[in-house]
């Protein structure tokens, strides 16, 4: 077991009230209609959701994150930025992750601007992750998917200058000119903020990690997929010059805690089972729009999505991805066992799913910071010890 294990709280921010014919809907991503949205409803969810990131910070978690989506029931967080900002004066400690705005869907400058601003805010919490973006967004946005790759690594320049170099600097770039890039405020961290790349493991961007320093966040891929990326990307990285740390690689896991293993799979694998089938229900067409993948990952990423919707099975879930369900004991035996696999010190746990009410999510998150994560962190400590004797 590596030292100073850290522990993350993930929330998606789900609208929770699917109406009764969902199922008659072949993607709940893209064109199911908005109609479906109760304002009055979402201002509850979003009240009861703030009260859980700002327990995870009571609680002694290391840090929140929230992520954006579009068009969709899966997420409530079209803007992740103002969820930051609403977090950030309701906490002390926690780390502020904001992973993460596609910047190639937006202005680069607007986004180092935006970011900045969360640092300073925060006092220096702040951690961002940039996604290309899932084939999905590109539906509810004019970026053209055939550029987006392009689009994409010339942002992340952009933000790297603006934060980096003292303005008014020029950009004049394939899909972004700039004349004064010069903006106010700048980024308390130096150089900048902890920055990740995160997605499902394309070469290209594993290959912009590497290229920059940054860690990933592998997500929505198997154990076996997320070691090999770990590998490729602290092998490519040491290509260009840098050593990715184990900090720098969360594995993204979905956890669940209670007394007993019975009462632990009662309490939640419902929830999972509405995760997995309806709220990250969608077709081939809508997740990889033309232009967006190449013919190769075409072709893996329309079979994925076809046995990812294709049914629930928890027992095949539960060996392919990171998912512990049951007693502290075997949360924290499965979560030690996952860092010594994938040689990180990095969870980033997903603590609310689906249409959990909001008692299992505080049941949930006071479990894991005082039942679960004690346990790692004494284990840590003998090994530390250990080593040092």
């Given at each position: 077991?590596?030292s100073?294990l850290?522990?993350?709280?993930m929330?998606?921010m789900?609208?929770?009230h699917?109406p009764?014919?969902?199922?008659d809907h072949k993607s709940?991503?893209v064109?199911f209609?908005?109609k479906?949205y109760d304002p009055d409803?979402?201002?509850d969810?979003y009240q009861?959701?703030?009260?859980?990131l700002?327990?995870?910070?009571?609680?002694?978690?290391?840090?929140?994150?929230?992520?954006?989506?579009?068009?969709?029931?899966?997420?409530?967080?079209?803007?992740?930025?103002?969820?930051?900002?609403a977090?950030?004066?309701?906490?002390?400690?926690?780390?502020?992750?904001?992973?993460?705005?596609?910047p190639n869907?937006m202005?680069p400058n607007?986004?180092?601007?935006e970011?900045?601003m969360?640092?300073?805010?925060?006092?220096?919490?702040?951690?961002v992750?940039f996604?290309?973006g899932?084939?999905?967004?590109y539906?509810?946005?004019?970026?053209?998917?055939?550029?987006?790759?392009?689009?994409?690594?010339?942002?992340?320049?952009?933000?790297?200058?603006?934060?980096?170099?003292?303005?008014?600097?020029?950009?004049?770039g394939?899909?972004?000119?700039y004349?004064?890039l010069n903006?106010?405020?700048?980024?308390?961290?130096k150089?900048?903020?902890?920055?990740?790349?995160?997605?499902?493991?394309?070469?290209?961007t594993?290959?912009?990690a590497?290229?920059?320093?940054f860690?990933?966040?592998s997500?929505?891929?198997?154990?076996?997929?997320?070691?090999?990326?770990?590998?490729?990307?602290r092998e490519?990285?040491?290509h260009?010059?840098?050593?990715?740390?184990?900090e720098?690689l969360p594995?993204l896991?979905?956890?669940?805690?209670?007394?007993t293993?019975?009462r632990?799979e009662?309490?939640?694998i419902p929830?999972?089972?509405?995760?997995?089938?309806d709220?990250?229900?969608?077709?081939?067409?809508y997740?990889a729009p033309?232009?967006y993948?190449?013919v190769d990952q075409l072709k893996?990423?329309a079979?994925?999505?076809?046995?990812?919707h294709g049914?629930?099975?928890?027992?095949?879930?539960?060996q392919?991805f990171?998912?512990?369900?049951g007693?502290?004991?075997?949360v924290?035996n499965d979560m030690?066992s996952?860092c010594?696999?994938?040689?990180t010190t990095?969870?980033?746990?997903?603590?609310h799913v689906?249409?959990?009410?909001?008692w299992k999510?505080?049941?949930?998150?006071t479990?894991?910071?005082?039942?679960v994560f004690?346990?790692?962190r004494s284990?840590?400590?003998a090994?530390?010890r250990i080593?040092?004797e």
């Amino acid at each position: 077991m590596m030292s100073a294990l850290r522990f993350n709280s993930m929330h998606f921010m789900p609208y929770a009230h699917l109406p009764a014919n969902q199922k008659d809907h072949k993607s709940l991503w893209v064109d199911f209609s908005n109609k479906h949205y109760d304002p009055d409803k979402g201002h509850d969810l979003y009240q009861r959701y703030l009260k859980e990131l700002v327990l995870a910070d009571q609680l002694g978690f290391d840090a929140v994150v929230v992520n954006e989506h579009h068009n969709t029931v899966y997420s409530m967080m079209p803007a992740p930025n103002l969820i930051a900002a609403a977090i950030i004066p309701q906490t002390k400690n926690v780390r502020i992750c904001v992973w993460g705005t596609p910047p190639n869907l937006m202005m680069p400058n607007r986004l180092a601007e935006e970011y900045a601003m969360l640092d300073v805010m925060s006092g220096g919490r702040l951690e961002v992750a940039f996604p290309l973006g899932t084939g999905m967004e590109y539906w509810a946005n004019p970026a053209n998917p055939a550029t987006a790759r392009d689009r994409f690594k010339e942002s992340l320049k952009i933000i790297l200058q603006a934060w980096h170099e003292d303005g008014p600097t020029k950009h004049f770039g394939q899909h972004y000119t700039y004349r004064f890039l010069n903006p106010w405020p700048r980024p308390m961290q130096k150089p900048n903020p902890p920055c990740y790349i995160v997605g499902t493991g394309s070469p290209e961007t594993i290959e912009i990690a590497a290229q920059l320093g940054f860690g990933y966040a592998s997500v929505f891929v198997t154990k076996a997929r997320a070691k090999e990326l770990n590998e490729s990307l602290r092998e490519r990285a040491a290509h260009y010059g840098f050593t990715i740390r184990p900090e720098q690689l969360p594995i993204l896991n979905f956890v669940y805690v209670a007394e007993t293993q019975e009462r632990a799979e009662q309490e939640y694998i419902p929830h999972l089972q509405r995760f997995f089938e309806d709220y990250l229900r969608t077709s081939p067409q809508y997740l990889a729009p033309p232009g967006y993948l190449s013919v190769d990952q075409l072709k893996v990423r329309a079979a994925a999505a076809d046995k990812m919707h294709g049914g629930f099975n928890f027992e095949m879930l539960n060996q392919a991805f990171f998912i512990s369900v049951g007693t502290p004991e075997k949360v924290a035996n499965d979560m030690g066992s996952w860092c010594d696999e994938m040689q990180t010190t990095h969870l980033n746990c997903v603590t609310h799913v689906a249409d959990m009410p909001h008692w299992k999510a505080v049941k949930n998150l006071t479990l894991l910071a005082e039942e679960v994560f004690p346990r790692l962190r004494s284990r840590t400590g003998a090994g530390q010890r250990i080593a040092a004797e």
